[in-house]
């Protein structure tokens, strides 16, 4: 954790702003004392210093520039006031907001300033607070969310669509959390739930377990293949035994692919990939 220090001249009205900042940031409110500010900066090392300057005294400004001297080069300042204060800071870097501005208007300026603060995470309180807060008092922000929210949306619409059938639950999880990321997923624990699946919803691709109870993979392709319909659906057979009589058996049945289960996450994308592609 670390800390915004909030500087401005006693009793003024724009250490408000310091108020309303609190329950997004860690931030610590100074007078111009400047043993005090010295002696605080090297006890809690502030990121940035928010500097208050309007109706502020030659001898405070001066005190800033003392200030900047015993911080490091990476520190920032935002300095804010009337622009005939503002015109007697000489800070290197400073960025500097003119008063009368909105609330709004400076939360946005700080924010915008994020990038160019080191540690800015660590003087946030709550990431999420921080998102709130800019939904609140950015229209843009809140166009841009919508509008990554839209491209969301129309990307998982653009997936392809796999469908898993499989008996074993933790070979199920295995293959979702392997396909999730680039495929929209779905996964059903039988050759008959597989079947009745595709009747609602039609699948680009199955991933077929060979070997399962009451309906095995051979016999569930055959189902799925019997109706005229579905004849076109790419199928890749699924196996976890190494046997060559039994690959020569499984690719009798003429399905698009057939992986060992232990081939990996890289050869399966692989080779889902080459499937599609030829489709």
Known sequence: MRDIFFLSSANTEESSICKQLEPYFYIKEFT?????????????KPVMFLCY????????KSILGDIEKICPSQTKFLVFGQQEDLNGVNI?????LPTPFTFADFVIHLLNMRKDIPFFAEIVKSEEK????RRKVDPDARKAEKEEEERLKEAELSKKHILVIDDDIIMLRTLMNWLKEK?????????SQGIGFIQKERPDL????YEMPYMDGPETLKNIRDEERFKSIPIIFLTGVNDSEMIKKALSYEPEGYLLKSSGKDAL?????????QK
């Not at 004392?33 to 605080?40: N, R, S, W």
């Not at 994308?269 to 592609?277: D, M, S, T, Y």
């Open 32 to 44: 111009y004392d400047y043993d005090t500010i010295k002696a605080a900066c090297q006890e809690f």
């Open 92 to 96: 290197e870097g400073a960025d500097t």
């Open 206 to 209: 199955i991933l077929l377990d």
């Open 130 to 133: 921080i998102v709130e807060l």
């Open 53 to 60: 300057v309007s109706k502020t005294s030659d001898k405070e």
């Open 269 to 277: 994308l692989a080779k889902i990939g080459e499937v599609l592609e």
């Open 183 to 191: 495929y929209k997923v779905s996964v059903v624990k039988s050759g």
